[in-house]
Nanobody, 125 residues
Framework: QVQLVESGGGLVQAGGSLRLSCAVS????????MGWFRQAPGKEREFVAAIGRSGGNTYYGDFMKGRFTISRDNAKNTVYLQMNSLKPEDTAAHYCAAHAGSSWLPRRQYGYDYWGRGTQVTVSS
């Protein structure tokens, strides 16, 4: 059974940084494309970032403006999201997701097969 477990969320002041981690188990990690999404209260879930299986291809949401970096360590079965220059509007539950198979649509929620339960990021002003 595939499991995704996020960690690293918390409360941070505006301008600060956090690094989220998502540990994957149950299948060979390098067979997954990985993504991060977020959802603020009362808003739809939105795409944050994604990374291909080898780590060579990365994708980011338009609001990133160079503040976030996605990476992965296939030896540790983990994907990371480094978030810098955080803003209060970044406050949201952050979810990691995994895609197996072909025809990956990195920016689309329905392009993913497995999801974690999320980790909360709260940015105070």
């Amino acid at each position: 059974q595939v499991q995704l477990v996020e960690s690293g969320g918390g409360l941070v002041q505006a301008g600060g940084s956090l690094r989220l981690s998502c540990a994957v188990s149950g299948r060979t990690f390098s067979n997954f494309d990985m993504g991060w999404f977020r959802q603020a209260p009362g808003k739809e879930r939105e795409f944050v970032a994604a990374i291909g299986r080898s780590g060579g291809n990365t994708y980011y949401g338009d609001f990133m403006k160079g503040r976030f970096t996605i990476s992965r360590d296939n030896a540790k079965n983990t994907v990371y999201l480094q978030m810098n220059s955080l803003k209060p509007e970044d406050t949201a539950a952050h979810y990691c997701a995994a895609h197996a198979g072909s025809s990956w649509l990195p920016r689309r929620q329905y392009g993913y097969d497995y999801w974690g339960r999320g980790t909360q990021v709260t940015v105070s002003s």
